[in-house]
């Protein structure tokens, strides 16, 4: 892990090292208590800590994003391998592996077509993570994951009819368009789901609320995906040359610097934050 996070380190500068390392290992963030209480005020410590809620968010985005290129089982299938690849990459840790369970038996689920059987997994592979380790159920990260996975299951996925309407599509230009409009789209709802079922439980363990979370969300949750799978990708072939990995990693610098922009001068937006003690 250290070796990892001394690579990444040696790529980036402050805040990016300190964004990619919490995204894609899971380090706590080093950065100036400014920048720190800007994500905060910008709702999006969830993004840039790894955590349950990440993970569900990766694999909604990731599934999102395949399923526009492949067979959807052939997106479910390279997805859940992506995400055993990314748990094993980071650390099992008890949130990471929670999440991933979660997220693995839902897609599992999807392959087969139903939303409702998605559902009925997700419920099931946390009554027996419970069965397992009940005081799971006291974790906010436990909590979160849940809550993370369960919007994504509700309001987050693609519909099938405008995949076929956006097929059939015969002007080029007006399909490409229609991609970016409609992927950007996807990605909006699926953060909004997931924030609308974890913002409750943030409120009520640390009395305080981002205002202005959905737009911080909107603007940067497509970012999530490319970044955390680009920067496994530079972390594996970095290990084993250094310089290629360097080459790869200008990839990150813009969606790195779109994020840190967002952040900015969305924590400036008056009256965006409230806190209750």
């Known amino acids: 892990m250290e070796a990892i996070i001394q690579l990444i380190n040696s790529y980036f500068h402050e805040p990016y090292a300190s964004l990619l390392n919490g995204m894609v290992v899971g380090k706590k963030l080093h950065t100036t208590k400014l920048f720190y209480d800007q994500i905060k005020t910008a709702g999006l410590l969830h993004l840039v800590v790894l955590s349950g809620m990440n993970i569900s968010l990766l694999t909604a985005?990731?599934?999102?994003?395949?399923?526009?290129?492949?067979?959807?089982?052939?997106?479910?299938?390279?997805?859940?391998?992506?995400?055993?690849?990314?748990?094993?990459?980071?650390?099992a840790e008890p949130?990471?592996?929670?999440?991933?369970?979660?997220?693995?038996?839902?897609?599992?689920?999807?392959?087969?077509?139903?939303?409702?059987?998605?559902?009925?997994?997700?419920?099931?592979?946390?009554?027996?993570?419970?069965?397992?380790h009940f005081e799971w159920l006291y974790t906010i990260s436990f909590q979160l994951s849940f809550g993370a996975t369960l919007g994504i299951i509700l309001f987050g996925n693609i519909s099938s009819e405008r995949k076929e309407k956006q097929k059939k599509e015969k002007n080029m230009v007006k399909k490409y368009i229609t991609d970016v409009v409609k992927y950007f789209r996807e990605e909006l709802r699926i953060s909004l789901a997931a924030q609308i079922f974890t913002l409750p439980l943030i409120f009520i363990y640390f009395r305080e609320i981002s205002l202005v979370a959905p737009l911080a969300n909107i603007?940067?949750?497509?970012?999530?995906?490319?970044?955390?799978?680009?920067?496994?990708?530079?972390?594996f072939i970095g290990l084993i040359s250094w310089k290629i990995g360097f080459v790869l990693s200008w990839?990150?610098?813009?969606?790195?610097?779109?994020?840190?922009?967002?952040?900015?001068n969305v924590s400036k937006i008056p009256f965006g934050f409230l806190r209750l003690y």
């Open 61 to 91: 985005i990731l599934m999102n994003t395949l399923a526009g290129l492949f067979h959807r089982k052939i997106a479910t299938i390279i997805t859940i391998c992506v995400i055993v690849g990314f748990i094993y990459a980071v650390g």
């Open 95 to 132: 949130p990471i592996i929670r999440a991933g369970i979660m997220g693995i038996l839902a897609l599992t689920a999807t392959f087969f077509g139903r939303n409702t059987l998605a559902l009925y997994s997700l419920f099931l592979s946390a009554i027996i993570m419970l069965l397992v």
């Open 219 to 235: 603007l940067v949750g497509w970012t999530v995906a490319p970044i955390t799978i680009i920067g496994i990708i530079v972390i």
């Open 251 to 264: 990839l990150l610098y813009p969606m790195l610097w779109w994020m840190v922009l967002v952040i900015g």
